[in-house]
């Protein structure tokens, strides 16, 4: 997937170029705004944009409407503007989404991953980690020809694991997220899903899929 970057903060712009290919997205940046971006990204192939709205030669608005005049490619705002009417101008504009700076990196890769799942629902219909296959429509672990299918929780904790892996996890951060997607669960709950997870893993022979790193929290 390739995620063209129009920003024009060098700070921020590597700093999201960084995040991006941590999670193995492909990243193109505009970085000469003295050109015409629209005319000069047509013929890039991209598969979302991020797109601010203060920029030295146009705004972002006027950008996103050129561009969904021109061609039907996702975008959302990064923006500093944090008022009720930027958001709906984004939204008048032709944007798909909206987060504000400074930016939440966990809900702006959910933002990013949501936006290119209903672009495209067929190829964002599984997410794959270290040979377990995770059913995002059906809430269903796989490996191989073995299977068995995860409770709303256990597919919550497991799909946040998905959206990391190799990054350690703690128990806070995980708390945290699900939380945030009005999933309440407290210390002990999140033990019991963690343990029935386990268990439903080694029914498809990854009992090690989920690690304990001692003292900082869990990692695929």
Not at 155 to 175: D, G, R, T
Request: proline share 3%.
């Amino acid at each position: 997937m390739a995620i063209l970057i129009i920003e024009d903060d060098e700070r921020i712009r590597n700093e999201l170029k960084e995040l991006l290919e941590t999670h193995s997205y492909k990243v193109m940046l505009v970085d000469d705004f003295t050109k015409d971006i629209v005319k000069e990204i047509k013929n890039i192939d991209k598969s979302l944009i991020l797109l601010d709205v203060n920029l030295p030669n146009d705004n972002g608005y006027d950008i996103c409407r050129k561009i969904k005049k021109e061609e039907n490619v996702p975008i959302i705002f990064v923006t500093s503007m944090t008022s009720d009417e930027d958001e709906l101008k984004s939204i008048l504009s032709g944007g798909d989404d909206y987060i504000t700076k400074p930016y939440n990196k966990d809900i702006l890769l959910e933002k990013i991953k949501r936006t290119l799942k209903v672009q495209d629902p067929i190829r964002y219909k599984e997410i794959k980690v270290k040979d377990v296959t995770l059913d995002l429509h059906l809430s269903i672990i796989k490996n191989g020809d073995k299977q068995t299918e995860l409770t709303r929780n256990e597919f919550h904790i497991l799909y946040y694991f998905f959206l990391n892996p190799n990054k350690i996890v703690s128990k806070e951060e995980l708390l945290d997220y699900l939380w945030n997607e009005k999933y309440y669960l407290d210390d002990n709950i999140l033990n019991v899903n963690l343990n029935r997870l386990r268990k439903k893993l080694e029914e498809i022979d990854k009992p090690n899929f989920i690690q304990n790193i001692r003292g900082k929290g869990y990692k695929i």
